[in-house]
């Protein structure tokens, strides 16, 4: 879509406007590109059945959900706003999410991982990862201004769909950071990068993550989401109100935090049976 400068910078203008993040920019743009080189032409010269063409060779190719629903968005956003051809984007099917429980360790499986984390920035950023429920990309992009030891809290600046939310901060946690400040001292991002002025790069973490894995002797594949599950199901086994994780959580709908009642084992093990309130003898006394 290089050479398509007048339509790359009016589809950027739509998405600044409608202040969609950087990120996500990027990820629109590049994949409005591809779908442009795959027809060998401008992208606004193809149609909803050149559309289809492409989604079907995607699904041929093995691409995954989450990255065929990304390409989707683009293209939704690309007809719809930028062309402005409103009667398209419904025309444009997103792929069904396959219906699979989340991935989550025990407490002991916590316990194992976490201090089998090499190194002390990715311990304590993988740590804080579980400790407040965090994604990865909000957990790298802490600063130390950010935590609020007189409130007790984490703030969370332009987390999923650019929004800004408040996390908890446990005692046992702010202990491990001050301990990890004295030694790391970290000037403005809490888990700075090789350069101080950046970040830690989220591959950092995820690389920790299977590292960890191996070194604890876990079957199950750890990544900084498994965490996060993990944070969301053990608070509702605890008995917190799944309305608070889904604020924690920073979900905007309570239908995606309820999918943690089908992992978290004491829900199931607390619920009675219809069976018990019943008086029956199935099998006659031996």
Partial sequence: MAELSP?????????????LSP????SY???VAKFSQYFGCSPDRLDIEDVRTYQVQLVARGISWPALNQIVCALRFFYGVTLGRSELPERIPYAREP??????LSADEVVRFLEAVPGLKSRTALTTAYAAGLRASEAVRLKVSDIDSSRMMIRIEEGKGAKDRYA???PQLLTILRGYWRLVQPPHWLFPGRDENRPIDPQVLHAACRSACKAAGLAKRVTVHTLRHSFA??????????????????HSNL???ARYTRVASTTIRNTA????RLRLDVVPPG
Avoid: C, F, W
């Fill in 7 to 19: 339509l790359r910078r009016r589809m950027t203008e739509d998405m600044t406007v409608r202040n």
């Fill in 23 to 26: 990120a996500t920019q990027r």
């Fill in 29 to 31: 743009l590049h994949a």
């Fill in 99 to 104: 219906r699979k429980l989340p991935l989550v």
């Fill in 168 to 170: 908890m901060l446990s």
């Fill in 233 to 250: 199901t053990h608070l509702l086994e605890a008995g917190t109100d799944i309305r608070i994780i889904q604020v924690l959580l920073g």
């Fill in 255 to 257: 239908s995606t935090t």
């Fill in 273 to 276: 049976s219809p069976l018990d």
